[in-house]
């Protein structure tokens, strides 16, 4: 950690300088104007104005790459926030096809992505997304809102023997999937650029790391709902081999699931310490649900006692995510004076 002198100027001005090194990185010369921003806890931003531009570029040189890497390459450019990202074959070469398909595959699963520029040897592809058409808050409430429509599409589909309902609950993956990797995007902007912040919808960057948490708790809750689709997908008949009395304990069950994963959510973009106790209290109702409901079936064949097994063990880990959220919320709702809390 460097420390610097402040120097005063005038009578009511105060000076520091700047790191030569940092000034050097960033192009910052005599004359040129920087952002200042000023944040909790006695924190003071600055910023050069070729960060506040936010048109970073990135290369990928596929020669060195098969397919996947170079597929996975361009999500990991999109998550750090790269403007537009270039997919270039060696000097003298040509991209072949596998590695063209990987560019449109990244293409399909990444909102605000399109080629702009293809040529034998390179292909360009921009991100038109901007940060200040969406907030945080509201695209974590989307996951959530997603994850429970597959959730709830899978279990009616096991309830009902209707295979198109699984189905319409895994199309709805690669939804889920497109809202997740963009919140990564605009989290790992805005620590970046702490002016997008406020953009966001957040006061400051404070809740950023805990924002990346939640996101990750709702994208394995879809993945929970994307088992069960599976499930009903697979399964004989599409339905469970349980009696009608055990299959609506299953849905009742996931009601409750579902409101727990709801105000888990709420708890954090509300910031409401309230709202995060009754989440646990509503999981501590229902912690032994999937033992309990196991326990009154009947004897069945072991394939068909796996499949509901599973099926309550998915439900019972979306709830556990739904906790660790509110838990995340806790901090984050604690951070400030309320009326439990005076800071001093």
């Known amino acids: 950690m460097e420390t610097r002198k402040v120097q005063r100027l005038g009578p009511s001005t105060l000076a520091m300088t700047l790191p030569a090194e940092w000034a050097k990185q960033y192009n910052v010369e005599k004359g ?7 944040g909790g806890k006695g924190m003071l931003t600055v ?35 790269r403007r537009v990202i270039h997919v270039e074959a060696p000097e003298g070469e040509t991209l072949d096809s596998a590695h063209i398909n990987a560019v449109y595959n990244a293409e399909t699963q990444l909102m605000g992505l399109g080629v702009i520029e293809e040529t034998p040897d390179r292909i360009a ?22 994850g429970q429509t597959m959730r709830n599409e899978a279990i009616r589909a096991l309830a009902h023997g209707n295979p198109d309902l699984a189905q319409r609950a895994l199309n709805r993956e690669r939804q889920a999937n497109k809202i997740f990797v963009l919140l990564l995007r605009l989290i790992f902007t805005a620590f970046q650029n702490p ?19 939640i996101a990750k708790n709702l994208e394995l809750t879809a993945d929970n709902a994307e088992d069960i689709a599976e499930i ?12 009608q009395p055990t299959m609506r304990k299953i849905r009742e069950f996931t009601d409750q699931v579902n409101e727990i994963t709801e105000k888990g959510v709420s708890s954090a973009v509300d910031r409401d310490y309230d709202t995060a ?3 646990r209290r509503l999981f ?12 009154e079936l009947p004897e069945m064949p072991n394939e068909d006692l796996l499949e509901v097994r599973e099926v309550l063990v998915s439900l019972q880990q979306t709830a556990q995510y739904a ?22």
């Open 125 to 146: 592809i921009r991100c038109s997304v901007d940060p200040e058409d969406f907030t945080l808050d509201n695209l974590l409430e989307r996951l959530e809102a997603t």
């Open 195 to 213: 002016n997008l912040t406020n953009a966001l919808g957040l006061d400051d960057g404070f809740a950023l790391i805990g924002y990346r948490s």
């Open 232 to 243: 009903a997908l697979n399964a004989e008949g599409h339905e469970l081999k349980v009696d």
């Open 277 to 279: 106790i009754e989440v």
């Open 284 to 295: 501590a109702e229902i912690k032994d649900r999937e033992r309990e409901i196991l326990s």
């Open 47 to 81: 910023m050069p104005e070729s960060v506040q531009r936010e048109e970073s570029e990135a290369i990928i040189h596929a020669g060195s790459l098969d397919a996947d890497a170079v597929e996975r390459a361009i999500i990991a450019q999109y998550v750090l926030g």
């Open 323 to 344: 906790v660790r959220n509110a838990e995340i919320a806790t901090n984050l709702a604690l951070n400030a004076e309320s009326e439990h809390t005076t800071i001093r």
């Open 32 to 38: 040129d104007e920087v952002s200042i921003r000023v």
